[in-house]
């Protein structure tokens, strides 16, 4: 059983598109991290969400972090092919640091 | 500046052979990680160090998994004997701010065991 289930587990839109992917847990995190992950590489930090309710923005990419601290959503707004990738939350609680099941966009131009 | 540095990029071995996978992480950084990756597992941490000592080696598979930090700019991942159940992108990671969060991953090593 996975701590952070990400979904939806795939998902393939056209460029120019919106979408919202979605982390959910039980449990409640000190901090919680989004990573995009390209194909024949490893995972590229996005951003880090500390405060229940917190919004972050980066471009055309808006985190945002539960009020409770145990869930996150990314919103992309006019999605680009550049935007595939595999989506990865992560999250601390205590001293543990647990990675999601991801989810798999792709952009189709 | 350099990155988190893997190598080999890809090792292709047959079952029984012994695997060894190095990292060298970004220098300064004082934590150490090591991960595993699976389409039906996903990310898997299976050690970190910090400040070349090992914290957390709960996700080791078994004892044919060893893994060693010698100095602060280099450490090892070892398979011996290894299976084929063991083929999997592994990751190194490193972090300036100690504790449990990777901050930057290295691009990987592709194993296959035949």
Not at chain 1, 51 to 70: I, N, P, S, Y
């Amino acid at each position: 059983t996975q701590l952070l289930e990400q979904s939806p587990q795939f998902l393939s839109i056209q460029e120019g598109e919106n979408l919202t992917v979605y982390c959910n847990s039980s449990s409640v995190f000190s901090s919680l991290q989004w990573y995009r992950q390209e194909p024949g590489e490893g995972p590229v930090l996005l951003v880090t969400v500390v405060t229940g309710g917190e919004v972050k923005k980066l471009k055309r990419l808006t985190f945002q972090f539960g009020d409770a601290r145990k869930d996150s959503s990314l919103h992309i707004t006019a999605a680009q092919p550049g935007d595939t990738g595999l989506y990865l939350c992560a999250g601390q609680v205590g001293n543990q640091f647990y990675f999601g099941t991801g989810t798999s966009l792709t952009v189709i131009p | 500046d350099a990155g988190v540095i893997q190598s080999p990029r890809h090792e292709v071995t047959e079952m029984g052979q012994e695997v060894t996978l190095r990292c060298k992480p970004i220098s300064g950084h004082n934590s150490l990680f090591w991960y595993r990756q699976t389409m039906m597992r996903g990310l898997e941490l299976l050690i970190y160090f910090n400040n070349n000592v090992p914290i957390d080696d709960s996700g080791m598979p078994e004892d044919r998994f060893s893994a060693k930090m010698p100095n602060a700019s280099f450490s090892t991942l070892k398979i011996q004997p290894s299976e084929p159940r063991d083929s999997a992108v592994y990751f190194c990671a490193s972090s300036l701010t100690g504790g449990s969060q990777p901050q930057h991953f290295g691009d990987g090593t592709r194993l296959s065991i035949l």
